[in-house]
């Protein structure tokens, strides 16, 4: 069973930066697929970023692209989002996420933590 556990959310004034960290234990960071996903209040789950396993392939929503940095440290058995130039609609809550499988859904699910942007 992994579990996950994300930290290093807060409140930030726009154009300002963050960075997301997501500890894994119970299976290596390096052997799933892992991703982070946001909730904003009263909307469904979004896709933000991914990194394969083995390869560390990446991919990233066209919302953030340019602007967020999806990374992992298998020796930390971590998981990270730089986020710079932050907007207001950048606001939600941010969940990390690992998948055993390619292309499949996500088994596992931090606790999610709280991203604030103001204007």
């Known amino acids: 069973q992994v579990q996950l556990v994300e930290s290093g959310g807060g409140l930030v004034q726009a154009g300002g930066s963050l960075r997301l960290s997501c500890a894994a234990s119970?299976?290596?960071?390096?052997?799933?697929?892992m991703g982070w996903l946001r909730q904003a209040p009263g909307k469904g789950h979004e896709f933000v970023a991914d990194?394969?396993?083995?390869?560390?392939?990446?991919r990233y929503a066209d919302s953030v692209k340019g602007r967020f940095t999806i990374s992992r440290d298998n020796a930390k058995n971590t998981l990270y989002l730089q986020m710079n130039s932050l907007k207001p609609e950048d606001t939600a809550v941010y969940y990390c996420?690992?998948?055993?499988?390619?292309?499949?859904?996500?088994?596992?699910w931090g606790q999610g933590t709280q991203v604030t942007v103001s204007a």
């Open positions: 996420a690992a998948s055993a499988t390619g292309g499949g859904p996500y088994d596992y």
């Open positions: 119970g299976g290596t960071v390096g052997s799933y697929r």
């Open positions: 990194i394969s396993r083995i390869l560390g392939n990446t």
